[in-house]
């Protein structure tokens, strides 16, 4: 799970959603769960954006790596 997360961190920039129209930041509510015993988040909006060309460029170049290596078991 760590590595997961580490790794959306480093090539991802995660921020609260602009308002179109305003351009304001569209602020999260930190106590928007689900009522009851087996509590979630409820569904919310979040800007995802790569860091850097170069961030996307490395993440294509492992992805073509990873579809040449799990071609072996199609």
């Known amino acids: ?3 997961i997360a580490s790794k959306l961190l480093w090539a991802f920039e ?5 308002d179109p129209k305003t351009g304001e930041a ?15 988040p409820l569904p919310f909006k979040v800007s995802i954006k790569p860091r850097s060309e170069a961030h996307v460029a490395t993440i ?3 992805h073509e790596g990873s579809l040449e290596f799990l071609s072996q078991y199609s």
């Open 60 to 62: 294509l170049r492992e």
């Open 14 to 18: 995660f921020a609260e959603p602009r």
């Open 26 to 40: 569209m602020h999260l509510n930190p106590e928007a769960y689900n009522p009851g015993v087996l509590q979630a």
């Open 1 to 3: 799970m760590w590595r």
